[in-house]
């Protein structure tokens, strides 16, 4: 079936520097996502979502950036700190469905 | 405000043996779901509630029964465990089909 894939499994980073989290969905009449975070031992934590009739969409310290041309998706985490680690999942949508389907997740690792 | 609480936290349980895992919510959502974390895997939706009175199979639905209690309450039971359902359970709730699902800690569920 279709599903929302992530391109990196592991991504390590340095304290203080940008990190980026991609994700490649295939449903296209998926218009709503979102970013989780996970920490270890703990239920998916809601970071950010968007629609899509939205390209871009800012939190605190994170942007989610929308591509539906190529069915792409990011999550751009800036200064990231040692608490940003954490495992990342984007799940796909639609505003009248009631399943979510997510990816298998990014291991994002700050170094000190 | 405790969000989404589930109960156990831990369960071992004997192939065969049944059980049924608690949910409940304290944030008037609608709509509520139970998914299961295989390691290393993204979550996958086993049953949800679009709204009390109401509740329809997800993606992996097999050797699962659910009951939504109340508005606040969802249950999962599996009647006769099995070693595949070991796994990581996570209840969640929104306020309605295409919004932000939020979820607990999880129950971790092994069976022997």
């Known amino acids: 079936g279709e599903s929302v894939g992530l391109h990196l499994p592991t991504l390590s980073v340095q304290e203080g520097d940008n990190s980026i989290i991609n994700c490649a969905y295939s449903?296209?009449?998926?218009?709503?996502f979102i970013w989780y975070k996970q920490e270890s031992g703990k239920g998916p934590q809601f970071i950010i979502d968007i629609r899509s009739n939205m390209d871009k969409r800012q939190g605190q310290r994170v942007t989610v950036l929308l591509n539906k041309t190529v069915k792409h998706l990011s999550l751009q985490i800036a200064a990231t700190q040692p608490g940003d680690s954490a495992v990342y999942f984007c799940?796909?949508?639609?505003?009248?469905?009631?399943?979510?389907?997510f990816g298998s997740g990014t291991r994002l690792l700050v170094r000190p | 405000n405790a969000g989404v609480t589930q109960t156990p936290k831990f369960q071992v349980l004997k192939t065969g043996q049944s059980m049924t895992l608690q949910c409940a919510q304290d944030?008037?959502?609608?709509?509520m779901y139970w998914y299961r974390q295989d390691p290393g895997m993204g979550l996958r939706l086993i049953y949800y509630?679009?709204?009390?009175?109401?509740?329809d199979k997800g993606e992996v639905p097999n050797g699962y029964n659910v009951s939504r209690l109340n508005k606040r309450e969802f249950s999962l039971r599996l009647e006769s465990a099995a070693p595949s359902q070991t796994s990581v359970y996570f209840c969640?709730?929104?306020?309605?089909?295409?919004?932000?699902?939020?979820f607990g800690d999880g129950t971790r569920l092994s069976i022997l």
């Open positions: 799940a796909e949508n639609s505003v009248s469905s009631y399943k979510l389907i």
């Open positions: 509630s679009a709204s009390e009175g109401t509740t």
């Open positions: 969640a709730s929104s306020e309605d089909g295409g919004q932000p699902q939020h």
């Open positions: 449903n296209s009449a998926s218009d709503y």
């Open positions: 944030m008037n959502h609608n709509s």
